[in-house]
């Protein structure tokens, strides 16, 4: 039988750090990451999904948004996910293809954009907490806050921000779709930054919402839906930590889905960081996924042997 | 019982027209209108694959790539084309997902990424001529040759332009993806901006170049690919005339594709305007197509289906 996966990889590993910006440098990122990949496919014959995130890169789409505002509107936040989506699964699905040939693997990808429906009533929206976009200063703040209802938050000597919501993901509108296309054997990219946030009305129309949805547990929602046997995050550490950066410090191999939310409560798990990785991995295994892995790019393909990262199961 | 494949090209201008600030607001509004006209061939009982221009789109996300160039990188065009996949994909999919539900069809309606392998000796890419972006002054421009190789060229005093090549589109790279989601009941966006273009290299890896692809001979190939039994394009008049404009004007309902060779021969559709619509038309059909309409997106929208438009069909 087939197993189906579901693999986050992080914004950052489509961008290795600040000096490296270039579209040939992001693209490069993404040949390394899809290196990985193809490691893993090449081991067992998956039905894979590959989603990820866009911090980076929504980051500039709104920065050059902003400087072009003189010339042009500001792009709604998402037609900037929206837009990312488009850049990255790209990239992704190009270099996918490429490592397939290289290796003479018979696999094809695809992407397809993807929207998340949210909940208009989610709490989140009464408290936008996530930031966005560039610092300014209380006047500029001032003109969004009256002009466009955006809300801004004051970071201690670094000026104003815009926040917006990050309400939880509840349904992934193109899942049959995602479906269809594994079924044939495709390697399907989706929920890139964690999904077009939308909301629905009674009537089931649909309108985009001024909000993220965290890519981890979009990611999550789409593994649940589709009833995978398992689900990676990539990240930047090869295992998951308790003690994170103290002297105690200690790696994971495997832990218990109770251990995990034990850890969870004991406060080990930076907001943020790694946190909503692991209330992902938790979400997934409560909805009857039967195993979760995190670990970084490199070492993919020996954690699906069982050789590596972070294994928590049931 | 498989539906028939209907493939129907909508230009960048069908989101934001003429005049427009290509606000928001307003390309929701243009897109809730072009969804309404889509719906209605969802609603005939076809599979419906709809490739997009991207024209007015990717040339505000090249101002934003040049006006941010001093902080951020900017993007090159292979990228910022597949920006407007993105974007311009998710609003005409959730505003037909709208129409469709709102006239109780739940299907589905999906977007795909989708690249168009060019050939790298194609002579476009010897002689760029599509122009892309904003004006640049002098001073930037000759920086912009200098550092990146740009090629451009001034627009009687306006300023300089970037050119790039409009090479011809070989290879629909996604085919089988695309194939597959209208065979399987979901309405399907691809190919916008003409497709992503990119080239093989020696070792037959695809890589992005800076090029355009006519939208409307890219529709020509994707809809003979898949098989459509229709293929419709949309321009400014509801019918194709003969003797155009001429005191023996007549409006054509129907014409065999060695007729519309013939007429296309005599110059009966002028270049820039109907001839290019033809030219599609006839290398749909000579690629295997059946049937091509050819009318307004009002008409279309809001006629018989029955009779609108002019059909051009095998002979």
Partial sequence: MTRTVVIAIGGNSLISDNDHTQVSDQYLAAVETCGHIATMLAAEELRLVVTHGNGPQVGFILRRSELAAPELHMVPLDSCVADTQGALGYHLQCALHNEFKRRGMGRVAATVVTQVLVDAKDPAFLQPNKPIGSFMNEAQAQVHREKDGWALVEDAGRGWRRVVASPAPKQVLELPVVKTLLDAGVVVIACGGGGIAVVEDEAGQISGASAVIDKDLASSLLAQQLGADLLVISTAVEKVCLDFGKPTQRSLDRITLAEAKQYIAEGHFKPGSMLPKIQAVVDFLEQGGKAAIVTDPAHLGAALAGLGGTHIVP | ?315
């Fill in chain 2, 1 to 315: 019982m498989t539906r028939k494949i209907a493939l129907l090209a909508i230009g960048g201008n069908a989101l934001l027209k003429e005049k427009e600030r290509g606000l928001q607001e307003e390309q929701q509004e243009n897109a809730r209108e072009t969804a309404e006209m889509l719906a209605r061939v969802v609603a005939e009982g076809y599979a419906l694959c709809v490739v997009h221009g991207n024209g007015p789109q990717v040339g505000n996300i090249l101002i934003q790539q040049e006006a941010g160039s001093g902080q951020i990188p900017p993007y090159t065009l292979d990228v910022c084309g597949a920006m407007t996949q993105g974007s311009m994909g998710y609003l005409l999919e959730r505003m037909l997902i709208n129409r469709l539900r709102f006239l109780g069809l739940d299907t589905p309606v999906t977007t795909v990424l989708t690249e168009v392998v060019v050939d790298r000796s194609d002579k476009g890419f010897q002689e760029p001529t599509k122009p892309v972006g904003p004006f640049y002054p002098e001073f930037r421009a000759l920086e912009l040759m200098r550092t990146k190789g740009w090629k451009m060229k001034e627009d009687s005093g306006r300023g300089w332009r970037k050119v790039v090549p409009s090479p011809k589109p070989l290879e629909i790279v996604q085919l089988d993806a695309i194939k597959l989601l209208l065979q399987s009941g979901s309405s399907v966006i691809a190919g916008g901006g003409g497709g992503i273009p990119v080239i093989r290299d020696a070792s037959q890896f695809l890589v992005g170049v800076e090029a355009v692809i006519d939208k409307d001979r890219l529709s020509a190939l994707l809809a003979a690919q898949l098989g459509a039994e229709l293929f419709i394009i949309l321009t400014g008049v509801a019918k194709v005339a003969i003797d155009f404009g001429k005191p023996s004007q007549r409006w054509v309902d129907r014409l065999g594709a060695s007729e519309a060779r013939k007429y296309l021969a005599e110059g009966q559709f002028p270049p820039g305007s109907m001839g290019p619509k033809i030219e599609s038309a006839l290398a749909y059909l000579e690629g295997g197509g059946q049937e091509v309409l050819i009318t307004t997106a009002e008409a279309l929208a809001t006629e018989d289906p029955a009779t609108v438009g002019t059909r051009i069909v095998r002979d």
